[in-house]
């Protein structure tokens, strides 16, 4: 149970995270078009397969 109630916390706090990423008033965030800016796709969708798997893994545990 504590697995997936940590999977569905950083499940929330990517999208966050992501959401407050995203461009506003017509300016991008400051990690468009840098070095940087891969990276920080990689650790949004490392973050996703983390609490999804995290989630999964709680559900399997209360079924078994």
Same mark, same amino acid.
């Not at 499940?11 to 017509?26: D, K, Q, S």
């Given at each position: 149970?504590?697995?997936?109630?940590?999977?569905?916390?950083?499940?929330?706090?990517?999208?966050?995270v992501f959401l407050r990423?995203?461009?506003?008033?017509?300016?991008?965030?400051?990690?468009?078009?840098?070095?940087?800016?891969?990276?920080?796709?990689?650790?949004?969708?490392?973050?996703?397969? &983390?609490?999804?798997?995290?989630?999964l893994s709680g559900i399997?545990?209360? &079924?078994?």
């Amino acid at each position: 149970m504590v697995t997936m109630a940590g999977g569905a916390v950083v499940f929330a706090a990517t999208g966050a995270v992501f959401l407050r990423c995203l461009p506003r008033a017509g300016r991008c965030h400051r990690f468009v078009g840098t070095a940087w800016e891969p990276y920080v796709a990689v650790a949004f969708c490392g973050a996703m397969a &983390l609490s999804f798997t995290m989630m999964l893994s709680g559900i399997l545990d209360l &079924l078994g």
